[in-house]
């Protein structure tokens, strides 16, 4: 069959999100072929390249969201000589007609947003009423926003113009009168015309996929299932799929979009009310995304309550672990090497969500209990500012308590990449986290092909370590978990923990902070402590660290129950069944062959040809079989 293969920052870019996971899904599924729809998040990104493509990706096309240069973002033209007469062919401004379509539809979706943004809706019911209320009000809001998407789409699709429509007075007007409209929330009926323009543009962004143009025959149209690998922005070409040609849409989420922007919205610069309506279009946005689709597969049952939450329905949701491959790690699984009995380590990116202050804190407490230990903090800072001066602040606590000591380790010269990938001895390029890209989406982006590493860490002996994956103490990631008899995860903020993964797959024993996926992933074969909590760390390392034999059932276990869940093959054999389970429940499309008389393989079933095979109607015309990949696109199948 065709998939179309929808990413938003990603594949078939050589940086962002799930870029290996979607690499070994179609690798993995060489029978079948696939179209790649690709939004780029930068310009960056674009610079860096693409990974190596295989064969059966029969089509890429890509679309930038960073950019509001028309000549550059691959619009759709505007359908019929009057229509192109009306916008010279392009996204110019619209003729009254449309200009009214316009205002109609925007007006719909702007109250859907400013209705439910304030998050105080229901605080004028009435005892008793206020839940129906709220859950009318919901309801209401759910059906003006996709009157006004679809609204918006089809008028895309017909004249074009919508990115410039968005950035209109018009659009600002309108957003304005449904901020201040009765029962608007406090927080965006404050809203100012600063706030109105930065949400309109961020809106422009986000509604950037109505106007590409994919929608055609010979693309969305032309595949027999769209897959989108994240939900918001990226399934939005699914959406348009299935309405305008019936293409069944398939949801995988590794780390739910919309929880990130609840959260990226506390930090963010701008004001209150931007962050509330952004949150609140997103929130509109997954509720129809999930309804829409034939079925959604969260990596992990954290995702899936997220999901389930915004409005999935639980009979339309199938949990499938993302597959990590296990045959690196396998030489030190299966081995007897227990690691540095004394020591602890930490692998990942260094970040703020992994909360390092407290394992510092923790760490010392250990050593008061175990004055031999060790701690190896492995891994490079985040690429924004942030990470560096969080990895700055980390090393001077260490060394304030540990004055005596000395604090090993320097990340001068040439180690870390400016995006926080390390290079392992066998040539892979990964993410210092074992994967991702955002600190609460740990799920895809396993391995990258860029950058080379050539630091080595420190050859002091401080009982503190800051180092990098790539030098001679730590030549590649196995070596990293191996050099520690127990691993330990510290974060605050997590979705699915690649790091506990992956010492899970080195046979180690583990401890976590109960965050995120990880009590999902742990599954009893590590402990886990309360978050933010370093009396409780350091105890659970202490006891460890004081029982050899536990360590060992523990990793054991942990090593076993790694390889019946993570692996790839299980990955793979998941979404092999799914595409086969969703085609066989779509309905048939109909689909016009050309009008010559040229042959095309298997344009009818061979069982057509058996003598009295299908049943005959009551008209006495045979009904129509043909299955949907074997229709005027047969030659593609």
Sequence with gaps: MRIGLLTDGGYPYATGESRLWCDRLVRGLAQHEFDLFALSRSAEQEAQGRVRLPSQVVGVRTAPLWTADEETLGLHAPRGPLARLFTGGGARTYARRERRLFSTHFADLAAAVCGAAGGDRGETAEAGTGARTEGAASRLADERFTRGLYGLAELAFEYGGLPAALRSETAVRILEAACRAPGTGRTVQTASVADLLAFTAELDRALRPLSLDWYDEDGLGAVDLCHA??????????????????????VTEHAVRVRAHYLASGGAPAGAPVRALLANFHGLLATEVYRQAALVTPGNTHARRWQERCG??????????????????????????????????????????????ALLHAFAEVRLAEPDARLRIIGAPAQDPAGAAYLER??????????????????????????????????????????????DAHAGDFDAHAGDFDRT?????????????????????????????????????????????????????????????????????????????????????????????????????????????????????AFRGIYLDLIARAP??????????????????????????????????????TPSWAGAGGSDA
């Design 457 to 573: 860490a420190s050859d002091s002996e401080g009982p503190v370590t800051f180092e990098e994956i790539g030098g001679p103490e730590v030549p590649d990631l196995a070596q990293a978990y191996g050099s520690g008899g127990v691993v330990v995860l510290s974060s605050v903020v997590e979705g699915f923990p690649i790091s506990l993964v992956e010492a899970m797959f080195c046979g180690r024993a583990t401890v976590s902070t109960d965050v995120g996926a990880v009590v999902e992933v742990i599954g009893g074969t590590g402990l886990v402590v309360p978050p933010r909590n370093p009396r409780a760390l350091a105890d659970a390392c202490v006891a460890l660290l004081r029982d050899p034999a536990r360590r060992a059932r523990l990793g054991a276990a942990a090593r076993a129950r790694a390889l019946e869940l993570f692996t790839v093959e299980q990955n793979l054999a």
């Design 588 to 625: 048939v499309r109909e689909r016009h062959l050309p009008a010559d008389d040229t042959p095309r393989p298997f344009a009818t079933p061979p069982e057509a040809h058996v003598r009295d095979h299908w049943p005959v109607p009551a008209g006495g015309e045979r009904a129509d079989r």
């Design 312 to 357: 999935a329905d639980p009979a339309k949701v199938r949990t499938v672990y993302p597959g990590m491959e296990s045959a690196r790690f396998a030489a030190l699984g299966e081995s007897e090497d227990a690691g540095g009995p004394d020591t602890l380590v930490w692998v990942g990116r260094i970040e703020p969500a992994k909360d390092l202050i």
């Design 229 to 250: 690998t994240a939900g918001g922005v990226a399934a939005l070409p699914g959406l348009l799929a299935k309405r305008f040609f019936g293409v069944p849409l398939l």
């Design 394 to 439: 980390c090393r001077t606590l260490a060394a304030q308590l540990f004055p005596c000591d000395g604090t090993a380790g320097d990340f001068g010269g040439t180690g870390g990449g400016s995006d926080g990938t390390v290079r392992d001895s066998d040539g892979t390029v990964r993410d210092s986290d074992g994967v991702l890209g955002e600190s």
